[in-house]
């Protein structure tokens, strides 16, 4: 049984190009988290979604952050017009169900923004 | 409202030694505790979790207790290894809240 995939691993923008980080649960899981690192900080979370419905954006950036999770393939967290801020690791977990302790993480993308 | 503490890394230490990494956390009512490790180019693994006051998670050599009187979830573990190089992170969650709030994480070097 396959773990979380994220893709890519690592990814390199310009200020004002468009990121997208892609993230496959585990077979099985209908729920998906995602998490941003910052340099020596740790984890925050973003987002949560289940199949085809975001169930909480609370810690989504209002302007140029966007997350899916389509009912079929990988969720996709997009960043549009990229700024040095947004350089971080960015995390995935999925879960069968809606529970903390339930929830398998990925091995992050590391986004720089030159 | 709810935060976690953990001791600042890197945390260096020769093999067989004791290990300690402090963890400490606010939050209202009762929360559940957990410790992740991420190896080197990997995810984050659930280490052990504990879910009310005084339990104690253990996996592969490491415990911790949730200590609800000192706010606390320390890890420990009596003889590292080489293989326990790896970046640490407490996190809690808010009964069975979905959320995971972190710590920064404590990197740990085990030299041979």
């Known amino acids: 049984n396959a773990g979380v995939m994220q893709n890519p691993r690592h990814l390199v923008r310009r200020r004002g190009q468009e990121a997208r980080l892609r993230c496959s649960p585990m077979k099985g899981h209908s729920h998906v988290y995602w998490y941003r690192q910052l340099p020596e900080e740790g984890l925050k979370f973003m987002v949560y979604l289940q199949k085809e419905n975001i169930i909480d954006e609370s810690g989504m950036p209002k302007e140029r952050f966007s997350a899916e999770f389509p009912k079929e393939g990988p969720s996709i967290l997009r960043i549009q017009q990229v700024v040095r801020g947004d350089s971080a690791a960015y995390f995935c977990?999925?879960?069968?169900?809606?529970?903390?302790?339930?929830?398998?993480f990925g091995p992050g993308t590391r986004l720089t923004v030159l | 409202g709810n935060s976690v503490t953990q001791m600042e890394g890197p945390v260096t230490l020769s093999e067989e030694a004791f290990l300690t990494i402090n963890c400490t956390y606010t939050?209202?009512?009762?929360?559940?505790l957990f410790w992740y490790v991420q190896y080197p180019g990997e995810g984050l693994q659930l280490l052990l979790k504990a879910t009310k006051a005084d339990d104690k998670g253990s996996n592969k050599g490491f415990e911790a207790t949730y200590r609800k009187e000192t706010t606390s979830f320390h890890l420990e573990k009596g003889s590292v290894q080489v293989s326990d190089s790896a970046v640490y992170f407490c996190?809690?969650?808010?009964?069975?809240?979905?959320?995971?709030?972190w710590g920064a994480g404590t990197k740990l070097i085990i030299k041979p």
């Open positions: 996190a809690l969650s808010r009964d069975s809240n979905y959320q995971l709030i």
């Open positions: 977990a999925s879960s069968p169900q809606g529970i903390a302790n339930e929830q398998f």
């Open positions: 939050a209202t009512g009762y929360p559940s």
